[in-house]
């Protein structure tokens, strides 16, 4: 009969776990509130006897909360292309501001939340940052049930959906504390992949639930539209009790202000967060605009593409995206992250290219086959360019300052990860703004196409000069 570590260890008296193991090898101590004591994943004996079933319990939910925190982060991007047939009247920059108003709010609380682990604990914070996922979604059902909302209150809403987009850092500062050296990278690729699904699974489900709402029940179009907010609402209650229920509070959690603040005086975070923009904000930012894109250029496949009679084909770039990025990570293993993100630039920058040669053809197929290898490059580049960021600070900060302590350089990456993490977010702010400012002044995307071209072009020298030129400083730690 298997018998849970939790309740195996709680059973014994305090003192008992403290004494009974040598001080190399201190057993957990469970306390009220679901908190853990003595915690040090680096412990082969702690991590075999009871730490990686609790670490694998804690990353199982956590993938869960996350992955609907993307949900969430995504909802407005397939809601706005219904708002017509109910009722509202918006024009293309009130529309592209739905869409970016919820990555510039989710960018900016990434920041904040990466510390909110440390100040209340990994379970209690997944509790409450699930719970307030319940606002957004109870807030989007109320604003599209009632066309005569006003732009300035619809605003507010899709800015509140950045909640789930805070969730990303608060998730991965949570689970690198579970896990040790040899497979942190491991579980933060899972738990980064299974919230990035979100996004796919947000614009495959909310047009199947919407679709089939107004066929059983009749009403608004408006208030079938309600339910893209509502059929989530139990999905939120359950990962939140499940983190009340199953998940743990490590006491060794700490945060690094001190850290995070000496990474932002170091060129290198500047430098990487920049590339981050042009592979993690292409894929959230794409993700957020590919509905109505579809939409706008292909108005005959638009039914087909988010109506009522079939499935969203716009989840599948978030879907591909999603799934690539861990491949980059592989890839960057093998020939060095500076190399993959060279070359995932370079395929960016040509597949766009190639896009915007394409568009007079007017073939949608064409076009959904273009965007799906643009969505798989920039995953890609997700994926080693974050790889790039312990190596060039866990090496090149110690070459620069001789004589660095290997602590002082894991201290400096740990941070760099999640200030780059949000830096690298507000691209999906930045995109939908350039399309909608593209097509307001000229009544073509082509020219905001063309503008992404000559980025990445930029973000391919930059990575190019900084990390792989002959000489550079950092090109011999195989960045």
């Known amino acids: 009969m298997s018998t849970d570590p939790q309740i195996t260890a709680s059973a014994a008296p305090a003192a008992e776990r403290t004494t009974a193991a040598p001080a190399s ?43 609907l925190g993307f949900v969430v ?19 293309t920059s009130q529309t592209f501001w739905l869409i970016s108003m919820p990555s510039l709010v989710g960018a900016t609380l990434r920041i904040p939340y990466t510390f909110m682990v ?32 006003p732009f300035w ?37 899972l738990n980064a992949a299974g919230g990035n699904l979100g996004a796919a699974i947000s614009q495959l489900a909310v047009p ?64 990487v967060a920049f590339l981050y923009i042009g592979t993690f904000g292409s894929f959230i930012g794409f993700g957020g605009v590919f509905p109505k894109l579809i939409k706008d250029l292909f108005p005959a496949y638009s039914t087909f593409a988010v109506g009522a009679a079939a499935l969203s084909l716009a989840f599948l770039g978030p ?55 643009l969505f798989a490059a920039s995953g890609i580049g997700n994926g080693s360019t974050y790889r790039m960021i312990p190596v060039i600070f866990a090496r090149a900060s110690r070459a620069a300052q001789a004589g660095a302590a290997p602590s002082h350089t894991a201290r400096l990456a740990s941070a760099a990860l999640g200030l780059i993490s949000a830096i690298g977010a507000y691209g999906g702010f930045a995109i939908p703004q350039l399309l909608g400012a593209s097509s307001t002044a000229t009544g073509s995307y082509v020219p905001a196409f063309y503008g992404f ?27």
């Open 25 to 67: 090898h201190l057993s957990l101590d469970f306390r009220a509130g679901r908190w853990i004591e003595h915690w040090n994943p680096e412990d082969a004996t702690q991590w075999e006897r009871e730490g990686r079933a609790i670490a694998r319990r804690n990353l199982a939910w956590s993938i869960f909360a996350e992955f």
């Open 73 to 91: 982060w995504q909802l407005w991007s397939i809601v706005v292309v219904s708002l017509p047939a109910a009722g509202f009247k918006f024009d």
């Open 118 to 149: 440390s100040r209340f604990g990994g379970r209690n914070w997944t509790i409450v940052s699930a719970l307030l996922l319940l606002i957004p979604t109870i807030g989007l059902a109320a604003c599209v049930s009632n066309p005569t909302t």
């Open 153 to 189: 209150v619809m605003l507010a809403v899709a800015g509140l959906s950045g909640f789930g987009g805070g969730n990303f850092a608060s998730s991965m500062a949570n689970i690198t504390f579970f896990y040790p050296a040899k497979e942190k990278g491991w579980a933060l690729g």
């Open 208 to 271: 199947i639930v919407v679709s089939l709402t107004a066929v059983l029940v009749t009403g608004s179009h408006g208030g079938t539209l309600a339910m893209a907010g509502l059929m989530w609402v139990p999905f939120i209650l359950i990962a939140a009790f499940a983190a009340w229920r199953r998940m743990n509070n490590l006491s060794n959690a700490k945060g690094d202000v001190a850290g995070s603040l000496a990474a932002l005086k170091e060129p290198h975070l500047w430098i």
């Open 319 to 373: 879907l591909v995206g999603s799934l690539s990025r861990p491949y980059g990570g592989k890839l960057a293993d093998r020939f060095g992250g500076a190399r993959i993100t060279v070359a995932s630039f370079a395929t960016m920058a040509v597949v766009t290219l190639a896009l915007i040669a394409t568009l007079p053809l007017k073939n949608f197929w064409l076009f959904l086959a273009l965007f799906l290898a």
């Open 453 to 479: 071209v000559a980025a990445y072009v930029v973000m391919l020298v930059v990575s190019w000069a900084c990390y792989l030129r002959r000489g550079s400083a950092v090109a011999r730690t195989g960045a």
